[in-house]
């Protein structure tokens, strides 16, 4: 893909103005968009704000400019610098919902497989495989050194003997480390089938094409069992 | 046999009304429900008004003098309107007071119950209460009337003070959408006074628009020519406790600085103002309308903004709205002469 001076990447008109009616038609686009007297009250308090050029009262300005163009440019990587805390929803006098704005252009940026989804989804996958296969978020084996660095130095010490630490836990688990908790099989297929009408396997296939095959192929698995 | 007339509330637009009225002859029976007239300005002791920052003594002092010396106005202090009923083209209200219940029936009535400030310990954000520091107007237009402008934390005189507006001012959180009018006024107002008497500390403005309508544009230009008071686009997100005993006001700098956290000496909230409990509870009592921002609502707001629905009693001053002290004196006036109109219609 190509990209301008600022880093945004140049498309048609047509698809930004196509990205622009996807937004408008959410229907959560009335209760997030009102007015806005550009107080500064949610860029003030906005966490993200400190450290990056992000600024919720710009999001919801341009949204409201419904140039479709002003739009197109928070597309790459502008959204993916909000922390999704909602302050900016919390303290806004009009009631206006910044992140909710962000939340909905994410999802189209996910749901269209863009460039910047793929990248920020990224490093999620191994998340994205526990949850959309096995109905857990985080299962021992996934702490390993290489992917939560943030977790502190102890995370090397935590990664080792994980089926003995497992066993010392003084209350009643699966004793195994590749689950969290069990999600019997019946259980297993309503959520696979609350994730096809959700259209999530959907997103996985279009941010993800490997890991959606390795999905699948449990998915099946169990689904035949 | 002259007319008599009921107005209830004694601060500038009530107070105005009933000289009007007994300049005319007629008996006008006061019902103030504090020990004490003049209204919110005499309670918090306003001190210098704007736009020309004359003496507050001079307008609502006045008023109380020629209220007291006329002999057809009989003022009930610490009283209040306990029942109303329409007796006719009249009215029959009983008036509570400390030395009883009385009965008196009234050609027409005259509604100037005024407004309440709001209370910026409802808003969180602002700190308002948990720090010594952070006051309103109303506290700082007190402190300035008693000459003792000093910091509530130590005693020493600030440094650095802001002025917040829009304080419980449009802001749905608070659930009031409206614009109070006058807080951008009264806080330049106020910075030129700081400014004047304490050359020393420098005064910041935070604001989201400034209202300063009409003529009083002539200070907000003042305040930035002649007293140096900065300016700043960019509402406050949150009031924190800062190094060296400060508050720290927290936002952002929509034109020039971007996010900001500043410290500060001492903050002034410029609270807005609100109808009250007065409002809702003279408006059930009497069976006059009450409006979506919880003031009392005019039958008309252009053609007869000094009219109730109820034919007989009128409204006046800032029990329909905020407004300036100039504005409710006006109304009081306006209401007076309606008052007197439908009294001589009807005898």
């Known amino acids: 893909m190509e990209y301008d001076e600022n880093g945004v990447s140049i498309v048609p008109a047509e698809l930004k103005k196509e990205i622009f009616e996807e937004a408008r038609k959410d229907f959560r686009y009335e209760e997030y968009v009102r007015g806005c007297l550009n107080c500064g009250v949610c860029t003030g308090g906005c966490p993200p704000h400190r450290f990056f050029d ?8 341009k949204m409201k400019s419904k140039d479709p163009e002003l739009i197109w440019t928070m597309m790459d990587e ?34 269209r497989g863009f460039e910047s989804a793929k990248k920020v989804l990224k490093p999620y996958s191994r998340v994205l495989l526990k949850l959309t296969a096995y109905g857990n978020q985080l299962s021992p084996d996934m702490i390993q050194p290489d992917f939560f660095p943030d977790w502190g130095p102890h995370i090397g010490y935590a990664s080792t003997d994980l ?62 069992s | ?55 507050a003594d001079n307008v609502i002092g006045e008023l109380i003098k020629k209220t007291e010396s006329a002999d057809n106005i009989k003022v009930y202090y610490s009283s209040e309107v306990s029942d109303f009923k329409e007796n006719g083209k009249k009215f029959d209200a009983v008036i509570k007071s400390t030395s009883g219940s009385e009965t008196k029936t009234f050609d027409s009535v005259i509604v ?112 930035m020519e002649e ?37 500060f000496d001492m903050v002034v909230l410029a609270s807005g103002m609100e109808g009250g409990s007065q409002s809702p509870e003279i408006s059930s009592k009497l069976g006059i309308e009450l409006d979506e921002h919880g003031f009392l609502k005019p039958e008309n707001v252009t053609l007869s903004p000094f009219k109730s629905n109820k034919p007989g009693v009128f409204l006046a001053g800032a029990c329909t709205g905020p407004k300036a002290i100039s504005d409710s004196i006006t109304e009081g006036a306006a209401a007076a002469m309606n008052a007197y109109t439908y009294a001589v219609k009807n005898r």
């Open chain 2, 1 to 55: 046999m002259s007319e008599n007339i009921l107005v209830i509330g004694g601060g500038p637009a009530g107070l105005n009304a009933a000289v009007m009225l007994s300049e005319l002859g007629v008996n006008v029976t006061l019902v103030e429900r504090d020990s004490f007239l003049g209204g919110n300005p005499k309670k918090f002791k306003y001190k210098f008004l704007f736009p020309d920052m004359q003496p």
């Open chain 1, 54 to 61: 992000f600024s919720p009262r710009i999001v919801l300005q």
């Open chain 1, 78 to 111: 502008y959204v993916w610098a909000c922390f999704q805390c909602f302050t900016c929803a919390m303290i806004c006098p009009f009631l206006n919902s910044p992140g909710g704005v962000i939340a909905i252009l994410r999802e189209i940026a996910v749901r």
């Open chain 1, 163 to 224: 089926a003995v630490k497992r066993k010392a836990i003084p209350m009643p688990t699966l004793q195994v480390t590749n689950l969290a908790w069990d999600v019997a099989p019946e259980t297993m297929k309503e959520l696979y089938d609350i994730f096809d009408e959700a259209g999530v396997f959907k997103i996985i296939e279009s941010v993800d094409p490997s890991l959606y095959e390795i999905i699948q192929d449990i998915v099946d698995d169990v689904r035949s």
């Open chain 2, 112 to 223: 100037a119950t005024g407004f309440e400030h709001f209370d910026p310990a409802r808003d969180a954000k602002y700190s308002y209460q948990l720090f010594d520091d952070v006051i309103d107007i109303k506290d700082l237009e007190r402190m300035m009337g008693e000459n003792n402008f000093v910091r509530p934390s130590n005693g020493k005189p600030p440094k650095k003070v802001a002025f917040i507006l829009c304080v419980g001012s449009r802001d749905r959180h608070v659930g009031n959408q409206y614009c109070s009018r006058v807080c951008c006024t009264v806080s330049v107002k106020q910075a030129i006074e700081m400014r004047e008497h304490f050359p020393d500390c420098e005064a910041y403005i935070f604001y989201m628009d400034i209202r300063t309508y009409g003529f009083f544009e002539d200070l907000y230009w003042k305040a």
């Open chain 2, 227 to 263: 007293h140096d008071v900065q300016i700043v686009k960019g509402r406050i997100a949150e009031i924190t406790s800062g190094p060296d005993n400060t508050v720290v006001c927290k936002g952002e700098d929509t034109l020039l600085r971007g996010p900001f956290e500043i410290p």
